[in-house]
């Protein structure tokens, strides 16, 4: 009994340690995207603001970043669902000692390294491009359409992949239950086996788009004049960061779980509108008074979805009204009183310090060289623990020195000696 | 002849590499008949139902809808419907739609498919039942609604691969004798695939038993059962009580047969082989669990066998006894149930007596394993 108490414990340390792991940096980023300071720090905790979001839907950069990513996950998703779908029909029409080769073939772009697989996008369309005797204008060297085949390369193996599982599960008879109706292969292909794949094509459509959309290393390579959201922040970066890249991650971030909520209460309802079917009685269901289970009722996920719709609603509500100014104004009065203060209690540490000091020095004036009795080695009192107490140390760096100076006079005439006892 | 296109089978063989799946079958299907392919599962009779309907071109001879040879025609050109061993109805779609998939194709407006649909489920007795998804029915109310959908391309020929094979027993009997009406009522050609040698029996007009890609035998299902061609006609289809030995003495329709173990037989012919069986041949006689008469030992007849009564079942309709006779010879004894007493005769000696008429000779050959 113990030990399976101890192991139920472990589990959820476990489960706590993994989530926090999972989810700890998202949530931190979340609140630097509402925190004041220039720079992206969840503590101190300073003001609530909204001006980060402000400065995102300023930036143009960042918003061109986004349109081309938007182009691109766009351009990607049709190409890469279309080459995914083709392959896997492709690999359950294809003769069976071909197939363990075809799928090896198939899938080996998404082993390749985006990085190999930007350049040679580059070099070859570059050179096809030379080939028909275009110019560096023409749109085969155009940077949408170079990322779009590039990211393509790779991403429709993942889509063919997804499209596969469901391919598996297709009974090939209904398309021959098809074309015996009198339906063309075409017809069949439209009426009966799309519908039937249209969930994993959905699937496989996000899964495009979430991977085109994060592409960094292959991009990199293709993007010419069309630089997407990661290449711009990869850009941004380098010249320091502000929190309205949080603000961005943050909108991502409430996105994906908002999509990610809309599908589960989507299927929960499904499930229990199929139970209530099964429970329905026969005269229930073909008297037309079946009642099919409200929205909410029961369905977690939809009543998650509508609190934090209503929570969104909220929030902008708020942030179209609020001004942090007068907090902003005020952290920024504290500051300075702080800093003063600080340099204050500083000045005074080393005036207290310097004086006792002197007081030392006087009392081993003697001896020639007392000040380094704890530092041997020749770079003077350069790595002593003191020399780099603070900025505000400025001003009392110059006594200093000369405290430390080497002088054979040992500091006996400092003026400071004098103000001791 | 009745209305209706026929379908003829000239010389068709169906090969898939070395195997040969159909070998030269020769048959030629009435216009407006039920007609079955009966044979065990692996005898090419789903290979033949597909040649027939367009997914497979025969390696060699002909197969003709209505005169028409179909060499070269794909399967939603030909003028027929096929309803698969699982149905193969469109989960997404509704009833109605599935129903009028075929006109959906030709570009039916909404109004009118519907229109059709209704007539048709009230036809297959579902009505009002077309807002569905085929998942929502039961296994019959899908059966019904493969049918319909098939019926709605109006092809001159449907057929229909064990699409009884996964229902329960009550609800096949039910079945048969509605399929049986519907094709009495649309007046089309049926051909129907099955390995039951009792939905063949019940519904069909004529039969054809297959045996590994071999046709043994085609007539009408009081033929196939009373008088069969091949020794393994006669034991496929219903249940015999088979005697192995050699023809002594051939006069006539009738053979004597000298049994390995019961003694000299004396049987009847059947039509296929009269003429071709010559004493000292190999063969076997069949003598219907049915066809016996019970008598108390020492019991005198023209014909009997005798043998001792090891154990004793009631089915319902019918009391089922087995025997041993001489040399641990098998038998089986069925009795219909007319409500008599049921005296048990457990571990007596009985004598079995038959009539030559219900004694079958035949040429020695394959049984079937079933």
Redesign the interface.
């Known amino acids: 009994m113990k030990s399976f108490s101890f192991m139920r414990v472990s589990i959820w340390v476990y489960l706590a340690i993994f989530f926090a792991y999972l989810l700890g940096p998202l949530v931190i980023m979340s609140i630097t995207a509402f925190n004041s300071p220039e720079f992206p720090r969840a503590t101190p905790w300073e003001c609530l603001t909204f001006e980060w979001f402000a400065a995102l839907f300023q930036d143009e950069r960042i918003l061109n970043g986004i349109k081309n990513s938007i182009l691109v996950g766009a351009g990607t998703v049709v190409l890469s669902v279309a080459m995914g779908l083709a392959g896997a029909l492709m690999l359950t029409q294809i003769w069976p000692k071909l197939r363990a080769t075809y799928y090896t073939i198939i899938i080996a772009p998404i082993l390749i390294p985006g990085v190999v697989i930007g350049i040679s996008t580059l070099v070859f369309w570059d050179r096809i491009n030379r080939m028909v005797g275009l110019g560096a204008d023409s749109f085969l060297s155009n940077g949408l359409f170079l990322t779009v085949i590039g990211q393509s390369t790779f991403i429709a193996s993942y889509c063919m992949l997804v499209l596969v599982a469901r391919l598996q599960r297709y009974?090939t008879?209904?398309t021959?239950?098809?074309?015996?109706?009198?339906?063309?292969h075409a017809?069949a292909f439209r009426?009966?086996l799309l519908?039937?794949m249209k969930p994993a094509i959905a699937s496989a459509a996000v899964l495009a788009f979430l991977a085109s959309f994060e592409n960094y290393n292959t991009t990199t390579f293709t993007f010419g004049e069309y630089p997407t959201l990661t290449i711009e922040l990869a850009q941004k970066v380098r010249y320091g960061i502000t929190p309205a890249i949080s603000a961005l991650a943050f909108i991502i971030v409430v996105l994906t779980v908002f999509a990610a909520l809309f599908n589960e209460a989507n299927i929960r309802r499904k499930d229990l509108v199929a139970a209530a079917?099964k429970d329905a009685t026969v005269e229930e269901l073909?008297s037309g008074k079946f009642r099919v289970p409200g929205f909410l009722s029961s369905n977690w996920a939809a009543v998650a979805l509508v609190v934090m719709a209503c929570a969104t609603v909220v929030v902008v509500g708020t942030a179209t009204v609020y001004s942090p100014a007068q907090c902003i104004a005020n952290v920024q009065e504290q500051k300075r009183i702080e800093t003063e203060l600080r340099i204050q209690e500083l000045r005074q540490r080393r005036a207290e310090e310097a004086a006792r000091k002197a007081a030392e020095e006087a009392e081993t004036a003697p001896k020639p060289q007392a000040a380094p009795s704890d530092n041997n080695s020749g770079f003077g009192g350069v790595f002593s623990p003191n020399t780099l107490t603070g900025e505000g140390e400025e001003e009392s760096k110059a006594p200093e020195a000369e405290d430390n100076s080497n002088s054979g006079f040992g500091n006996v005439f400092a003026p400071s000696t004098l103000s001791g006892d | 002849m009745s209305a209706g296109v026929g379908v003829d089978l000239e010389k068709l063989w169906i090969r898939f590499g070395d195997f040969v799946a159909v070998r030269d079958a020769n048959v030629k299907i009435n216009g407006g008949d039920f007609f079955s392919f009966l044979g065990p599962s692996g005898c090419g009779k789903t290979t033949i139902l597909r040649a027939v309907?367009?997914?497979l071109e025969p390696s060699d001879g002909r197969v003709l809808i209505g005169g028409n040879d179909m060499k070269g025609i794909?399967?939603?050109?030909r003028p027929?419907?096929?309803i698969?061993q699982?149905l193969?109805?469109?989960?997404?779609m509704k009833v109605w739609e599935n129903i009028t998939?075929?006109m959906?194709?030709?570009g039916a407006s909404a109004k009118e498919r519907r229109k059709r649909a209704d007539e048709l489920l009230d036809m297959i007795a579902l009505p009002?039942q077309g807002d569905k998804l085929p998942s929502?029915l039961s296994g019959g109310q899908r059966q019904r609604v493969a049918i319909a959908?098939?019926l709605c391309?109006e092809p001159d020929v449907l057929l229909l691969d064990e699409p009884l094979s996964a229902l329960d027993l009550k609800l096949r009997q039910h079945m048969r004798t509605e399929l049986r009406e519907i094709q009495q009522r649309v007046g089309i050609t049926f051909i129907y695939i099955t390995h039951d040698q009792g939905e063949a029996l019940t519904m069909s007009d004529n039969i054809a038993v297959m045996r590994a890609g071999v046709i043994d035998q085609i007539g009408d299902g009081k033929t196939v059962y009373n008088d069969p061609a091949t020794a393994f006609a006669a034991s496929f289809v219903g249940e015999n009580n088979v005697f192995r030995g050699k023809v002594k003495q051939v006069s006539g329709d009738t053979a004597l047969i000298a049994t390995n173990r019961s003694g000299e037989l004396l049987a009847r012919i059947s039509t296929a082989n009269q003429g071709k069986m010559q004493p000292g041949d190999d063969a076997m006689l069949f003598i219907r669990p049915e066809a016996f008469a019970l008598a108390p030992a020492g019991a005198s007849g023209d014909h009997f066998v005798t043998a001792t009564v090891t154990n004793e079942e009631f089915e319902g309709n019918v009391f089922n006894i087995f025997m041993e006779g001489d040399g641990g010879k098998e038998l089986k004894v069925s009795l219909p149930n007319l409500g008599q007493s049921f005296e048990s005769h457990k571990g007596q000696p009985m004598t079995l007596q038959y009539d030559v008429q219900n004694a079958v000779a035949l040429p020695a050959g394959e049984l079937a394993t079933e």
């Not at chain 1, 021959?176 to 063309?184: K, Q, V, W």
């Not at chain 2, 794909?74 to 050109?77: D, H, S, T, V």
């Open positions: 009974d008879a209904l021959e239950a098809a074309l015996d109706l009198g339906a063309t017809q009426k009966v519908p039937f079917r073909e | 309907s367009g997914f794909g399967p939603n050109k027929t419907a096929l698969f699982n193969a109805l469109f989960p997404l998939f075929s959906e194709i030709k009002g929502e959908r098939a391309a």
